[in-house]
């Protein structure tokens, strides 16, 4: 059942990265989650912000939109932009894989996503833009 | 760029003081500190409390402008003040390493938070860099001097 909601929009600009974390962070933290879920949310968050403003738009002036949704054991976040696309997703989620090596990228963006949330699906059409969806499965602890 | 005796630089022995120097961080890029230790031929890099693609970015310019000038060989990246990071942190210790290997220089990560190693360990990068605990042995290990 799904218990909160949440959506945000913002200018695809490094500086906002923090800003997305730490919403994305205040909007769990009523669950309880351990110090360690909290991380790993935030850092999955900041990668796909990152793919976002990197990747998506190149560095061209355009707009993110974060969502978030609360449910009984889990949370959901996506993230959206409406730039270039993903050409081939399989080989984007290969760990080490960038696609802009002169960058001085680590390749290492999915990878952590997959690797601190539950869930990842990405979904991206050349030239229409790019969606990342994590799910989060959060115990509730006892009070 | 002046000489500055309140930072890392005191940690050390006066040895290493008399030849090390501190930048202090230009308007717009945080807490971050770079500090000169002239006797390790390497620059130790100090990034403030988040490492993300925005901070990331103004390591790289700043550090790359002063290995340029200096000719300065090693990097150390003291993490101690490091809370948050995500692979662009990841990314901009590969660049630096990638930088210095080509002049025979090391790169080190010390002080680093469980959270912080493990995504170093994670991304592979224990290969290629040395890892510490303390900033004395980040720079005898990555210089060789003692």
Redesign the interface.
Known sequence: MLRNSMKVEFDAI??N??FA?GAAAAFVVGLDPTV?EL?EI??AI??AV?NA??HGYDGRAGKILMEGAIYDEFVEFSVSDEGVGISDIRRAREP?YTGKPE???????F??ME?FMDSLDVESERGRGTRVTMTKNIKRREM | MRINNRGIARELDKTALVCSCEIPPRKGEGNMEMTIMGKYRTLVIRPDSELDQHTAEKIRQSADKLLKKTGLKNVAFDMRRVRFMDSSGIGVIMGRYRTVCTIGGRVAVFGMSPYVERLVSMSGIREIVITADRLQDALEEVSGIC
């Open positions: 490094t500086d990265e923090r974390r360690d991380s935030k850092t900041s990668e990152t403003i990197i080490l960058d001085e990228r680590s390749g290492m963006g990878t952590i690797t």
